[in-house]
C-alpha cells in the first residue's frame, strides 16, 4: 500500500484545511486509516481514526470538536477536514493504514500544515 497525503498549506488562525490521503497498490477499504502529526521537536501524536466501515471514529481530545475524519472507499481516499485551526496545529501529517489481517502499518510522507497567528 502506498499513501500519498497532500492538501497541507499556510493558513491563519481560524482557518480551514482538508487534507486528503489517497492509497494506491491495494484497496483500503478493510483497513482501520489514521492521522499522525509531530510538530518540531516534538513526538509524532495521534490526531485521528476511523474503523474500515466508517462507522467509528476516534479524535484526539486537542482535536475534538474541530477536526473530522471521513473516508471514501469507492476513491480508496479518507480525509481530515480541519477548521478553526490553531497555531498549536502546526505539524508535518502522516497518514497511516493498518492491515486489519496482519497488523501491518503503511504511513504516508507527510503534508506540512502551518498556522500562523
Known amino acids: 500500500v502506498q499513501l500519498q497525503a497532500s492538501g497541507g498549506g499556510l493558513v491563519q488562525a481560524g482557518g480551514s484545511l482538508r487534507l486528503s490521503c489517497a492509497a494506491s497498490g491495494r484497496t483500503v477499504s478493510m483497513y482501520v486509516m489514521g492521522w499522525f502529526r509531530q510538530a518540531p521537536g516534538n513526538e509524532r501524536e495521534f490526531v485521528a481514526a476511523?474503523?474500515?466501515?466508517?462507522?467509528?471514529?476516534l479524535h484526539a481530545d486537542s482535536v475534538k470538536g474541530r477536526f473530522t475524519i471521513s473516508r471514501d472507499d469507492a476513491k480508496n481516499t479518507v480525509y481530515l477536514q480541519m477548521n478553526s485551526l490553531e497555531p498549536e496545529d502546526t505539524a508535518v501529517y502522516y497518514c497511516l493504514a493498518t492491515s486489519p489481517a496482519s497488523g501491518r502499518e503503511y504511513w504516508g510522507q507527510g503534508t506540512l500544515v502551518t498556522v500562523s497567528s
Open positions: 476511523i474503523s474500515w466501515s466508517g462507522g467509528s471514529t
